[in-house]
């Protein structure tokens, strides 16, 4: 047996077509040159190695054969069989009804495989051994790059790289369309890159668009992908795929991949595997993404698909933590009026978040006995005296922890007293709730309405999304 790189597993991929009459699967093992006692089945779930998961196992007879047997549906795809070493395996194709027998010498892999009544898992072979092949010819033609001697020498080489490369998506169309609906025919098509035309690509206007290539891949970028063939899950593919159309193709801004999200989701609709993945995704994406406001996704999903009854695999537990998350978060999403908040000061005034007049307000919880605040804090008020004052900002800033001591020790100390410094002695602002306040410091945006702007943003950023806004509202003026 042999390991593969992420590379050759994509490509090492075989057909295996639809089977009705039998529910589940007969796989019979044997073992011709070596001897073991335990063997298992497992399957990919939208990641590749080593992301794998065990579906069934079976012990070998005193003839070194296993047998794998199931009544129970089987949801096809890309299935593993490893010894009890953990590191000798081979890849093979299984669907729901397939009854085979696998022959594995182990000292002869990959060749030394030989199926019976399993067609598609020969083609699998015949289809490795094009890729070995292959892969082979590109490395030769890939080292003679540092041979080349002049950029005519390296074009030549280029030139015959890509043509290569052409006889591989070749071959996957070629099967494709000699074998239709096939399980192969699909995992070609999710492994399809778009293929962006040569040429000049030129605006209405006669000038060159320089955007074409990006609007091309990513219009095409799914052409292929039949949404509606479950068993593309247990591929090692859908997740790379997610990650690049959703991380490299779509603007990184909420609205844009909430409209994404609700296509994706529109195209799984009725499967289960793939549209489980691609909202659960989603959902992680919204809610763990460093991207500024992209909690919104994550808002807009528990909203419209969670709370609608649309995620059928989650418990009434798990789903109300989502429902209370999203509710966390929904008030201070990026483009809402800030919740109103009303505290005091070291004298015991009043004041109120909205009563703040000032072109833009940072709005800082914080603690003078958080390790971080202790660093963030200075440097905040140090982009404060040497740029943001200027730009007519003020800073309310809550204190959430520490001795009244501590604070005003601190302020004092930091001379933070051109701050609103105020904090809440009777616990009745729900700021925590208000504003998702679980770790400290955590700052916010807010311009001259008290509409959010930015959020989770530190000393360094807040005059970076300033500009961005003043940009935003030069154009709007330009426009009209």
Not at 336 to 343: F, L, Q, R, T
Request: aromatic share 12%.
């Amino acid at each position: 047996m042999k390991k593969f790189t992420l590379a050759a597993v994509l490509l090492m991929l075989c057909t295996i077509s639809f089977s009705y009459g039998r529910t589940g699967y007969h796989v019979e093992l044997k073992l011709t040159d070596t001897k073991d006692t335990l063997a298992f089945l497992a399957h990919y779930y939208a990641k590749p190695l080593p992301t794998i998961y065990k579906t069934d196992s079976a012990h070998f007879n005193k003839n070194g054969v296993a047998i794998f047997d199931s009544k129970e549906h089987l949801n096809g795809g890309i299935y593993i069989l490893m010894l009890s070493d953990h590191k000798t395996y081979i890849e093979f194709l299984l669907d729901d009804g397939d009854n085979m027998s696998i022959a594995l010498t182990t000292k002869k892999l990959p060749e030394g495989v030989v199926f019976k009544n399993s067609p598609q898992n020969e083609d699998f072979q015949n289809y490795s051994k094009f890729i070995k092949e292959f892969g082979e010819k590109q490395q030769g033609m890939m080292a003679n790059f540092s041979h080349a001697k002049n950029a005519a020498d390296s074009d030549v080489i280029r030139k015959g790289v890509v043509e290569n490369s052409k006889s591989l998506i070749e071959y996957r169309r070629s099967y494709a369309r000699t074998h239709p609906n096939t399980l192969l025919a699909h995992i070609f098509g999710a492994l399809e890159v778009p293929q962006v035309p040569g040429g000049d690509h030129l605006l209405p206007d006669g000038k060159t668009d320089s955007l074409f290539t990006y609007h091309y891949y990513k219009a095409h970028f799914w052409d292929h992908f039949e949404f509606q063939d479950d068993r593309l899950i247990n591929a090692p593919i859908y997740d790379l795929k997610l990650s690049e159309y959703i991380n490299k193709e779509v603007y990184p801004y909420p609205d844009s991949v909430e409209h994404e999200a609700d296509i994706l989701l529109a195209k799984t609709k009725g499967t289960k595997e793939l549209f489980k993945y691609t909202l659960s995704w989603l959902a992680n994406f919204g809610e763990d993404s460093k991207i500024m406001g992209m909690d919104e996704v994550f808002v807009y999903l528990v909203e419209n698909y969670y709370m609608k009854g649309d995620a059928t695999w989650v418990d009434a537990p798990t789903l109300d933590k989502f429902i209370d998350r999203a509710m966390k978060i929904a008030p201070n999403v990026i483009g809402n009026v800030a919740p109103e908040v009303k505290m005091v000061d070291v004298d015991q005034q009043e004041h109120r978040l909205s009563s703040v007049k000032a072109k833009y307000t940072v709005l800082v919880f914080w603690s003078p006995d958080c390790g971080h605040c202790q660093q963030e804090i200075p440097l905040l008020d140090s982009v404060y005296n040497a740029q943001l004052k200027a730009k007519g900002v003020k800073v309310y800033a809550v204190r959430t922890e520490g001795t009244d001591q501590q604070w005003q020790e601190f302020i004092k100390k930091h001379k933070l007293e051109d701050w609103i410094n105020v904090y809440d002695p009777k616990h009745t602002s729900d700021y925590r709730s208000k504003y998702d306040v679980y770790s400290t410091p955590t700052m916010y945006l807010l311009d001259e309405k008290k509409i959010i702007r930015g959020k989770r943003l530190d000393h360094s950023s807040i005059m970076e999304v300033i500009q961005m806004q003043e940009r935003k509202e030069r154009d709007a003026r330009n426009k009209s």
